[in-house]
């Protein structure tokens, strides 16, 4: 089955980058719609950014845009997400998901729904102290 995995979280201080990378373990990955998301304990997980199959669309929530930037290097089988001006309520732990999707329109897909992706990673820690 595909495998998420997640690295480069850590520590920061508040104007602080960081990136975060997704490695899928799979050779599906460049069939995938990726996403991000971000949970804080007590909270619900939201959606933060996501990118379709050939990296040619991306969204991001309202929050982040301008700061975070998507992208993807599908013959690494890695998504990024890169963070600049980091704030305080960024901090949480931050996963990334996929979802296969075939076809032309497929090309282009992307969703900002927990619901549509069919794989996840176990997460890494953001931690931005002000």
């Known amino acids: 089955q595909v495998q998420l995995v997640e690295s480069g979280g850590g520590s920061v201080q508040a104007g602080d980058s960081l990136r975060l990378a997704c490695t899928s373990s799979g050779r599906t990955f460049s069939t995938a719609t990726m996403g991000w998301f971000r949970q804080v304990p007590g909270k619900e997980r939201e959606f933060v950014a996501a990118i379709s199959r050939s990296g040619t669309v991306t969204s991001y929530t309202d929050s982040v845009k301008g700061r975070f930037t998507i992208s993807r290097e599908n013959a690494k089988n890695t998504v990024y997400l890169q963070m600049s001006s980091l704030k305080a309520e960024d901090t949480a732990v931050y996963y990334c998901?996929?979802?296969?999707?075939?076809?032309?329109?497929?090309?282009?897909?992307?969703?900002?729904?927990?619901?549509?992706?069919?794989?996840w990673g176990q997460g890494t820690q953001v931690t931005v102290s002000s």
């Open positions: 998901a996929g979802k296969v999707v075939g076809g032309l329109y497929g090309m282009i897909y992307l969703s900002e729904s927990e619901s549509a992706y069919d794989y």
